[in-house]
């Protein structure tokens, strides 16, 4: 027995023996009545001394949260006992409070989300990334099957199954398609972790992976298909070309494989920029000199069968790669003079707008193209009229040139184009990229505030 508790039943058997030793005292010094008296008086104040610790105790018991009442006697220890307990109670219960709210606070933090389900699937606990992906409420939903919130059939049947080994691929319409990664964790006691982790943009990029090697697998069979037969058809000897036919087939096979160069280069070329997403080479371009070659080049390329003029509001100096900045710009004009008609007008324009960030635009007056294309111009091998692109000879990657270039130099391509009344292709470069000719200064900046590249 603890020592304290045998001191304290040592001196209640004291005091009994105290009472004891009274009674005997008075029953023969005065009489057995008054010893009797005596000893009930005793017992009386005893058990009342008793009673009130006791509905010290039962006060407390029906309301623990006020502070441990002080008792008498025996009940001194008891009630020490009592606050010794409540103390290391809420000590436990304030760690553990603590902890739930690190854990809470881990899980609003976690990019992915989060959903704490019982063993009839019923949601305890979400962090907003899960409410966000499956439009749920930690609160109103509480106690809701998870099941009845989220519908979709493969979603319950990987719950039901109940084989969690793998995870499952689960693609949401709410708004906005949403293709997302399941995993569940058991854990405790016949209690789940729900994970979800937002895959779209994988997606995407695998899906444009896919296409990017059919597209690419396409363009090469086509010449190939081309120069193939006519080389099989050459080598075996058994049809006879006269000379000019021969010089028809070989200005074809050339053409083709033309085509095939130009897109190979054109890969490269996507490749290098990006795979290299920082600038290494920089110089000061004077751009009247560049617009006037481009110009140039233009002219060369339209054979006389357009009308190119050029506009500049300001002599400027462009900081950038003079080789990406020219194969950029270039593709916006080649692209003007292959869909603008004959006769159709094409103008190269340089202004400085008043923010102080210098704009380029090639503005045409060829077919145009429809609002729900714009967006997508940028990707790879992307086409408004496959048939047309493929006859001017084009590979599909000039804009996704356009556009790689354009992010290495923090400058952006806008278009506004309506069909039937040509297009304006307008690249925006930031004021920090443009120096005053005259003062070779920037023209908002010192040119340490260049912004890095991306």
């Known amino acids: 027995m603890d020592r304290k508790y045998q001191f304290v039943w040592t001196r209640a058997a004291l005091a009994l023996g105290l009472l004891a030793a009274l009674m005997l005292v008075l029953w023969f010094v005065m009489s057995p009545v008054w010893a009797l008296i005596a000893g009930c008086a005793v017992l009386l104040l005893l058990l009342l001394r008793q009673w009130a610790n006791v509905s010290a105790l039962a006060r407390w018991l029906h309301d623990p949260a006020q502070p441990v009442p002080r008792g008498t006697g025996v009940w001194e220890e008891v009630f020490s006992g009592l606050y010794r307990w409540t103390r290391e109670s809420t000590r436990e219960r304030e760690r553990l409070t603590l902890a739930l709210t690190r854990f809470r606070s881990a899980g609003t ?109 396409h363009e090469l069979k086509t010449p190939l298909t081309v120069v193939n037969g006519f080389v099989e058809t050459l080598a075996d000897g058994k049809v006879k070309f ?21 897109l190979v280069e054109d890969l490269l070329t996507l490749s290098a920029l990006e795979s290299s997403p920082v600038l290494t080479e920089e110089s000061d371009i004077d751009v009247s ?66 923010s102080g960030e210098g704009e380029f635009a090639v503005t045409d007056s060829g077919v145009g193209i429809d609002s729900r294309h714009i967006p997508r111009l940028t990707e790879r091998f992307y086409r408004v009229d496959s048939s047309r692109s493929r006859e001017t000879g084009g590979t599909g990657l000039g804009l996704a040139i356009v556009k790689h270039v354009l992010t290495r130099h923090q400058a952006a391509l806008e ?40």
Request: glycine share 8%; with cysteine; hydrophobic share 40%.
């Open 415 to 454: 278009i506004s184009s309506e069909p039937g009344r040509g297009s304006c292709f307008m690249v925006v470069v930031p004021k920090a990229r443009i120096l005053r000719i005259d003062t070779q200064q920037p023209v908002d900046a010192t040119r340490s505030d260049l912004p890095s590249s991306i």
């Open 109 to 217: 933090a976690m990019p992915d989300g989060v959903i704490i389900l019982d063993a009839g699937n019923h949601i305890e606990w979400c962090n907003p990334t899960a409410e966000r992906f499956f439009s749920v409420s930690s609160i109103e939903d509480a106690g809701q099957q998870i099941i009845n919130l989220v519908r979709p059939p493969d979603f319950a049947a990987y719950l039901e199954l109940g084989e969690f080994s793998e995870p499952l691929t689960l693609r949401l319409s709410r708004g906005e398609d949403l293709v997302l990664s399941l995993r569940v964790i058991p854990y405790g006691h016949d209690q789940k972790l729900l994970l979800s982790r937002d895959v779209t943009q994988f997606e995407r990029i695998e899906a444009m992976r896919r296409d990017f090697v059919a597209n690419v697998s």
């Open 289 to 354: 000199g560049l617009l006037e070659g481009l110009r140039a080049e233009g002219e060369v390329l339209s054979g006389g069968h357009h009308h190119l003029s050029l506009h500049i509001d300001q002599p400027s100096l462009l900081v950038g790669n003079e080789t990406d900045l020219r194969s950029a710009f270039g593709n916006l004009v080649s692209n003007a003079v292959h869909y603008t008609p004959k006769g159709g007008e094409i103008t190269l324009s340089w202004r400085q707008r008043e």
């Open 242 to 262: 006269s000379d000019s036919r021969i010089r028809q087939v070989l200005g074809l096979m050339q053409q083709q494989t033309s085509r095939m160069l130009n």
